[in-house]
């Protein structure tokens, strides 16, 4: 109570939010908080859904594809709770089958509250634009090796990254009948090309701007055809480095509600294929190549406000109930009635000050 409650498309002043055990049980003039309910003055903070990653690889210490450890993956989630992002989808990028596979059956067993599932990011993509990803690990999609690679453990991937022009018809029905979200990157198609794509089921777009086909005047590539194209998502990440903020602005304004927010952030890592240095405000490669983001979803909504000119509320739905809808989840993303009590309250300044997660205070 004593704070400002962003819910969905309502901003809520002199309300209490109301939590039973872990679930949301409404918003209340403060003159109707029930009898038995705990009180938590907030002091004019901001109130607002747990945050949402569609993709991170990381985050403290810990890479989970250079560790790939049940206790990799849990700490990793103890990292993001505390930052305030109580949902989110583990990465990795292009790897060896055998890394994807052993990544598949760690997070069955790690059975995580908080990480939702796995995006594979590859192998699958077209090494013109790898960007950081290792082009001899870059393999031609067949349905014989998705068969192999969902045989056992399948079930813990919700999303993947592909690069349309590369991929079948029969391939990308394979992953629609299992349920994955097929997101376009790492792509050099054509409009004609991603157009098609979206038409057949994929539905969202990775990193828009990186590593992808550019907007040009003849040929508007894969950015041009997210534009143009009435219902495709597309994710971006606003820390100023891997997208300037005016080509932010710009998406803004074409894509609007189809716009959400990711981190692609990854951790320091001297091991393994992929080996983070931080410089300064973001990763790169040993040999200088941009590599992930040291972003923090809260830290780029700060910076969809200060930054881009986005209204608060707007830039909280691009870290929250944009990347629910596009995943399917009505239960997250938002604090309606019956919902998952997952809430992130944070200052002026954006500083985390309270964390629940399943109505249970972490922070």
């Known amino acids: 109570m004593n704070g400002i409650i962003y819910s969905e498309y309502d901003i809520f002043r002199d309300k ?24 938590a003055d907030v002091g004019g903070s901001h109130i607002c859904p747990g945050l949402i990653d569609l993709q991170i690889y990381g985050s403290g210490e810990e890479l989970f594809s250079a560790e790939l450890t049940v206790d990799s993956l849990h700490k990793i989630e103890c990292h993001l709770l505390e930052q305030g992002c109580t949902s989110f989808y583990l990465t990795l990028a292009t790897n060896t089958l055998e890394v994807f596979r052993r990544a598949m059956a760690v997070f069955e067993e790690a059975a995580p509250k908080v990480a939702m599932g796995l995006h594979l990011e590859g192998p699958f993509l077209n090494a013109a634009k790898r960007g950081a990803h290792p082009q001899e690990l870059i ?48 792509s050099n198609a054509t409009r004609e090309e991603a157009m098609a794509a979206f038409d057949t089921g994929v539905r969202a777009v990775t990193h828009l701007w990186n590593a992808m086909s550019p907007l040009h005047h003849r040929n508007v590539g894969v950015p041009g055809a ?115 009590a997952n809430v992130l309250v944070f200052s002026s300044t954006f500083e985390v000050e309270s964390v629940y997660f399943m109505g249970e205070k972490i922070r």
């Open 16 to 39: 209490a939010l109301l939590i039973s055990g872990p679930t949301i049980r409404g918003i209340v003039d403060i003159s109707d908080i029930p009898d038995g309910y705990e009180q």
């Open 139 to 186: 393999v031609e999609p067949q349905v014989s090796v998705l068969e192999e690679l969902f045989a056992e453990h399948g079930d813990a991937v919700k999303m993947m990254t592909i690069a349309p022009e590369n991929v079948s018809e029969a391939c990308v029905r394979f992953l629609l009948e299992r349920g994955v979200l097929l997101s376009a990157g790492h």
């Open 226 to 340: 997210t534009f143009l194209h009435p219902s495709v998502c597309a994710s971006i990440i606003v820390d100023g480095i891997h997208v300037d903020f005016e080509a932010v602005k710009l998406s803004k304004l074409l894509l609007r509600e189809r716009l959400f927010l990711i981190t692609d952030a990854v951790a320091s890592c001297n091991k393994g294929i992929y080996k983070h240095v931080l410089n300064g405000d973001h990763y790169v490669l040993p040999d200088g190549t941009l590599s992930g983001s040291a972003l923090t979803l809260l830290k780029a909504v700060e910076n969809c406000v200060s930054r881009v000119g986005i209204a608060l509320d707007e830039a909280l739905r691009m870290a929250t109930l944009y990347p629910a809808d596009l995943i399917g989840r009505k239960d997250i993303g938002r604090l309606a009635e019956g919902t998952v």
